[in-house]
């Protein structure tokens, strides 16, 4: 076996096995369509909640989640939320922040398909909201403070805009007025300022906290190991990611079940809940000190973040007051890069699951991000991508295409010292390595560039996936979300025909392949007609198929990765082909093309002598 075929097919094993691991641990994902408030055909029976505050009854036939999201919003007086990117409302039912939809995204394509529904009331299917209230001390009690139950009055403005914020007050029976003011920017960032004014004769003392509330797992979770979904918490120098099995596994701390972990937070702290493109987090003052709470109430089924601040005294007479942040909405790269840096929410960026490799994660979306700002679309950006690191790696693969032209030339030489040392393989290996060590020659070289692919592969998918950049991004023509797979096949002649293509992941989509994957398949035929086909005839085999092998395994990938690799390829083969060229060899691509298509001879095998014992002694 020829040393440079011995490196492709380790290379293209490894590139085999990492897709093969690839496909089974990391499936392709499935439809995003959020189940919760969002689609109004679905039933709603089981996921209505019981718990105290919800006005929604059980009813005999069974309403749409439109209908009991309608419902749940008018059980309450609301302040309308309008800003340039978010609309929704706040409930006076306990100061809830629980209606809120992004504006800048829908659920499909389609732009007749509903936005986003981020946050929704409790009474509904997922329900998801926050609110703020105080915790009572010393002479004070629960009746006596805001909570989860208190019925607000609008004070002023009925309606949160950038410009406008919304106050909120209610006051107790023991003289003491508070007051809930909102605000929020013109993206995602609401300002809550919590104020107690203590208009009694006596001292009181008390706490602030904020919340948010989960009911349930979220029904429309896409659960791939390479995504975190659940809760996130940032302490200190310390972040962390919690499954929502972890919050349930956390010791009970009450009689009811609950179970809590509590962390105390001396500064840069926050925390909360993250979706694949959606994040909720509670914000306190980077100087701030609080406990970070992450709870799993178990009877009601609720997954809470909390934020403890500590207790203050509010003499008689005087007003106190704690602003906190929350934040809702998309995890676009650059606004949370923008809170980060001018509101000192420390590693907010991070709150992005870059994985283990985000040293290579954040700079190659940095690069691509950067791109798309100069291009102004992600596909064509993916292909700069594609030329910026292929230039990167230019010199290894200089090399590496330089060594194996001089392993041709050694092929003779090889061939002789074979031919001297007959079966004596230690023999052939050492004047072989002491042939290569003379000429220069590092037969690994070739493996290097293909395994350097391997991670930024990997980061490349990771980045694809989970950035919001690339969610419902077009590029040419029939793609339409280059991070999703592509849905063009010969089923329907490539969207000629009037019939949808097989859904992505089922057996038919891996028939009816679409146009990337089969240009990928192409891409890699052709880099393998650079050189002639091997002549052992199992190498040769498996060189025939790994285009094809490879083409079905990456066609329910995302259409901007399945972009990336055609791109890659493409200018693999011209790299190769012209640095060969430089070394004096002028590669047949045409003729290795053609000699592929050739009927091979079949092997005639001697006829296996009859000897004269069996004639005359023949079985029966």
Request: hydrophobic share 40%.
């Amino acid at each position: 076996m020829q040393d440079e075929n011995k490196n492709l097919l380790l290379a293209m094993a490894l590139s085999v096995m990492v897709i093969i691991a690839w496909s089974i641990f990391f499936p392709a994902p499935v439809d995003e369509t959020p189940v919760a408030a969002t689609s109004g055909e679905q039933s709603t029976t089981a996921g209505v909640s019981a718990d105290a505050g919800s006005d929604v009854a059980a009813v005999s036939n069974v309403p749409t989640s439109a209908e009991v999201r309608t419902a749940a919003l008018s059980s309450a007086t609301r302040a309308d939320i309008d800003t340039p990117r978010l609309s929704g409302s706040i409930s006076t039912l306990g100061g809830r922040i629980d209606d809120l939809s992004l504006k800048d995204y829908r659920i499909e394509l389609d732009e007749a398909s509903d936005i986003v529904t981020l946050l929704t009331p409790e009474g509904t299917q997922d329900a998801y909201y926050a609110l703020y209230g105080w915790a009572p001390g010393g002479d004070l009690g629960w009746d006596d403070v805001p909570g989860p139950e208190t019925q607000w009055a609008i004070e002023g403005n009925e309606k949160l805009t950038p410009e406008t914020p919304v106050t909120l007050v209610w006051e107790n029976t023991t003289g003491m007025t508070f007051r809930q003011i909102i605000s929020v920017d013109a993206d995602f960032l609401f300002s809550v300022q919590q104020e107690v004014s203590n208009n009694g004769s006596t001292a009181a003392r008390l706490a602030p906290y904020s919340q948010i509330r989960r009911h349930g797992e979220p029904t429309d979770m896409k659960g791939f190991f390479i995504l975190h979904e659940g809760a996130i918490r940032q302490s200190g120098e310390s972040q962390k990611e919690y499954d929502y099995s972890d919050l349930a596994d956390f010791d009970r701390d009450d009689q009811w079940g609950d179970r809590s972990d509590v962390v105390d937070v001396a500064s840069n702290g926050w925390l909360g809940f993250t979706d694949h493109y959606w994040m909720t987090a509670l914000i306190p003052e980077s100087a701030q000190p609080f406990k970070s709470v992450l709870q799993y109430k178990a009877q009601q089924d609720v997954y809470l973040s909390e934020t403890r601040l500590p207790t203050l005294t509010v003499e008689a007479g005087q007003t106190n007051t704690v602003t906190t942040h929350f934040f809702a909405g998309a995890k676009e790269w650059a606004v949370i890069r923008e809170y980060e840096a001018n509101n000192g929410i420390y590693r907010f960026i991070d709150s992005i699951d870059w994985g283990w490799f985000y040293f290579l994660t954040k700079p190659i979306f940095w690069v691509l991000h950067s791109l798309n700002g100069i291009i102004g679309n992600m596909g064509w950006s993916i292909i700069g991508l594609t030329l910026l690191i292929k230039a990167l790696l230019f010199p290894l693969a200089y090399k590496s295409y330089v060594s194996m032209a001089k392993m041709k030339e050694l092929q003779p030489q090889m061939a002789e010292i074979k031919e001297k040392a007959g079966d004596d393989k230690s023999k052939v290996q050492k004047e072989i390595m002491e042939l290569y060590k003379k000429e220069k020659v590092n037969p690994a070289s070739g493996c290097l560039p293909i395994l350097l692919q391997i991670p930024i592969f990997f980061s490349l998918y990771k980045v694809i996936f989970v950035t919001i950049d690339l969610r419902h991004a077009p590029w040419v023509g029939w793609i339409k979300d280059l991070s999703a797979p592509d849905t063009s096949s010969l089923f329907n002649l490539f969207g000629i025909l009037p019939w949808d293509s097989p859904e992505p992941g089922s057996i038919m989509a891996l028939i009816f392949i679409g146009v990337l994957p089969l240009l990928l398949g192409i891409s890699m035929w052709l880099q393998q007609k650079l050189n002639p086909a091997p002549t052992d005839a199992t190498q040769a085999m498996i060189f025939a198929w790994m285009p094809w092998v490879f083409m079905f395994m990456l066609g329910s990938f995302a259409s901007g990765l399945v972009v990336y690799w055609i791109a890659n390829n493409t200018i693999t083969f011209t790299q190769q082909y012209l640095i060969m060229r430089s070394q004096g060899f002028k590669p047949d691509v045409f003729g290795n093309i053609m000699s592929s298509f050739k009927k091979k001879e079949p092997v005639k095998v001697a006829p296996t002598p009859v000897s004269n014992k069996s004639k005359k002694n023949p079985k029966k």
